[in-house]
């Protein structure tokens, strides 16, 4: 009931019924992630796909951090829907709660959920956004 409420909360998921929340929360396992743990890794390959429940984490490329993920981001899904390796690692800042959707599962869901496939690419537009701003 707690996590229905939490991920109604989430823009990513804004657009869902409450059945259809209550499918996801049954969907996704849940991590936790000590200070300073590097959960993806750059150059390597991508093993899911993460929510962020609690805490921050850091984007870092080649040792430098370029943006910071709290409760409602997500990653993973790029190295995972481009089947590359991802370009950045992300560690966690503070203890991390996550849920986490399995590397093989991810594809499937999102053609099941064609509104969080829209709220994705919405983020993913504004990130690519923010990042040209970066570069001028």
């Known amino acids: ?53 609690e805490g921050e984490a850091a984007v870092n490329v080649d040792g430098e951090q370029r943006a910071k ?9 790029l190295s995972i829907l481009l089947d590359e390796p991802p370009v950045a690692d992300i560690v966690a800042l503070t203890t991390l709660r996550c849920l986490v959707l399995p590397r093989s599962e991810l594809r499937d869901w999102l053609l099941s959920l064609p509104l969080v496939s829209l709220r994705m690419l919405q983020a993913e537009l504004r990130r690519l956004r923010n990042a040209n701003r970066w570069r001028s």
């Open 1 to 53: 009931e707690e996590l229905v409420e939490t991920l109604a909360g989430f823009s990513l998921f804004g657009d869902l019924s409450r059945p259809e929340l209550e499918g996801i929360s049954h969907t996704f396992d849940e991590e936790w992630f000590g200070e300073s743990q590097r959960i993806v890794r750059q150059g390597f390959s991508g093993t899911g796909f993460y929510v962020i429940l």
């Open 69 to 77: 993920l709290s409760r409602g981001d997500f990653f993973g899904e």
